[in-house]
């Protein structure tokens, strides 16, 4: 059972993780929608919009709660985030508001705290998410089920869709354990970010330009140590963890070199940025 400063904080800390990956999926598959498909690309850009308005509530509640681990861990915003929103929002015509990305610079870190008020402030916030991600779940599992029998064409793989809509089924999971205070909230987190980590370097080696061998070779060296990693059915904490950091560098390169013009590629820097912010949030749950 966890306590009420402990459920406080998780919850946040979950929250401004999560909370800014919706609203980035809902970035990605707006942007990913044909002309034809305008009413998908509106629905997609209102999810965009509650999930601003969701993060900027937990931003709000977050002062003095986040410990500084968390703060620091890259998980949240990275030295890019904020260039590559804007980029992205310049290349792509959707309005990105870094705004919050300025805020969360600010949060400050604490390792104890808890009120009454507070605890139901958290609570209601976890509520309103949870319904917000069960509608974008739905969303999400149409287009995966519309475009996999080729129903619907847009600029996403279709396993880019299935794989966004596990990522907003695993924040259900833990939200929903949250508000039961369950203390093993994240079970099972090692096999589930293994098999991301998985999907993320076999995307991106996808999605370089065919003139990029050097990227795209690095890429397909990396997707077979987590294809090993994946299969193992014991794998090794620290074999997961130098496995994830030399994701996370690659990525990390991968959207330096994006924001810099020198790498050819379909991914926008808020793609990589998003997606290096995941595995910073892997090895943060590796330490803990
Ligand atoms: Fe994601
Ligand atoms: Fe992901």
């Known amino acids: 059972m966890l306590s009420k400063s402990e459920y406080i904080r998780l919850s946040l800390e979950n929250n401004l993780f999560w909370a800014r990956i919706m609203k980035e999926h809902a ?11 305008m009413q998908l690309a509106n629905r997609a850009d209102m999810f965009k919009q509650h999930f601003g308005r969701l993060l900027l509530e937990t931003i709000r509640l977050s002062n003095g709660v986040i410990s500084k681990k968390a703060l620091q861990s890259g998980q949240y915003y990275t030295n890019y985030t904020e260039a590559a929103e804007q980029t992205t929002q310049q290349l792509t015509g959707i309005d990105i508001n870094s705004n919050l990305t300025k805020m969360e610079y600010n949060i400050q870190p604490s390792d104890t705290y808890t009120t009454e008020q507070i605890a139901s402030n958290v609570s209601t916030l976890n509520q309103n998410i949870l319904s917000q ?8 599992s149409n287009l995966y089920v519309n475009q996999a029998s080729c129903r619907l064409f847009t600029f996403l793989y279709t396993s880019v869709y299935e794989h966004i809509l596990h990522e ?8 929903t354990k949250l508000q039961e205070k369950d203390e093993n909230y994240n079970q099972g987190y090692e096999s589930f970010w293994n098999h991301q980590m998985d999907d993320h370097i076999k995307v991106m080696r996808g999605l370089f330009d065919p003139a990029e061998t050097e990227s795209f070779n690095e890429a397909d060296r990396l997707a077979k140590e987590f294809d090993v990693i994946e299969k193992s059915e014991t794998p090794d904490k620290s074999e997961e963890y130098d496995a994830t950091k030399a994701l996370s560098d690659f990525k990390s390169l991968t959207t330096e070199k994006t924001l810099q013009c020198k790498v050819k590629s379909l991914m926008s820097p808020l793609f990589t940025d998003h997606l290096l912010r995941e595995a910073n949030h892997y090895l943060y749950l590796l330490q803990a």
């Open 27 to 37: 970035i990605f598959i707006e942007s990913s929608m044909p002309a034809f498909h």
């Open 133 to 140: 991600v069960s509608a974008f779940a739905r969303f999400k």
């Open 168 to 175: 907003a089924q695993r924040y259900m999971d833990i939200l």
